[in-house]
């Protein structure tokens, strides 16, 4: 069964620093790895994935995440924060193959918010 | 043109109504997943259909029945409603790579059973 836990469930950051959410997983197979966004009320916005290529991955509005196994981490990260960076941001892991196949397993979620 | 659409987006009912929630996708996708997310946020996997065929059933009380009449639509029926259903559902679809290729979500049906 594969596993997710983020660090934090409250991130808070300046407008403008680095802004770091953590991501630690479990799985016996190789994983893919998701980071997912989620603004009040509404659905859930892929922001990257990681697939077994690059283990730098590069999303969407500035965020990357690095998958590193020997620390079982993907972590999120983005140079310089922006207001209309505060969401909800969820990690999630998937297999390929098993009777979990296509199953995305969620972290609990880390509630970003961007002071001015 | 959304790609995948729930209806309704809102829902109110009372205790022991029964109740469906339906997704649609028009993304080709043969893959269609119900997702939970909890008063915490929590999400969890209900449902998976592949190609109208059940792939997963988690441990999901059997008040609630899926029904995929084809590839591009997956039905939540929900009976006898308790308060514990109150939360938000979300539909998502995949191609049969999932992991791979990704997945879209709908934008949630937020169910309150009062």
């Known amino acids: 069964a594969q596993s997710v836990t983020q660090l934090g469930s409250h991130v808070s950051v300046s407008e403008g620093a680095l802004v770091l959410l953590r991501c630690n997983y479990s799985s016996s197979v190789p994983p893919y790895l998701f980071w997912y966004v989620q603004y009040p009320n509404q659905g859930l916005q892929l922001l990257l994935k990681y697939t077994s290529a690059a283990t730098l991955v590069k999303g969407i509005n500035g965020f990357e995440a690095e998958f590193k196994k020997s620390e079982t981490s993907f972590h999120l990260t983005k140079p310089s924060a922006h207001m209309s960076d505060a969401a909800e941001y969820f990690c999630a892991v998937s297999v390929a193959g098993g009777t979990s196949y296509g199953k995305l397993t969620f972290g609990q979620g880390t509630i970003l918010t961007v002071h001015p | 043109d959304t790609a995948v659409s729930q209806t309704p987006k809102y829902l109110v009912t009372q205790m022991g109504n029964d109740k469906s929630i339906k997704c649609e996708q028009n993304l080709g996708h043969d893959t269609m997943y119900w997702y939970k997310q909890d008063s915490k946020k929590f999400l969890k996997i209900m449902f998976s259909?592949?190609?109208?065929?059940?792939?997963i059933n988690e441990t999901v009380p059997n008040r609630f029945s899926p029904k995929s009449p084809d590839k591009a639509h997956l039905n939540l029926h929900i009976n006898s409603l308790e308060l514990g259903d109150s939360a938000v559902y979300f539909c998502?679809?995949?191609?049969?790579?999932?992991?791979?290729?990704?997945?879209?979500f709908g934008s949630g049906t937020r169910l309150t059973v009062v």
């Open positions: 998502a679809s995949s191609l049969t790579g999932g992991p791979l290729i990704g997945y879209t």
């Open positions: 259909y592949n190609n109208k065929e059940l792939i």
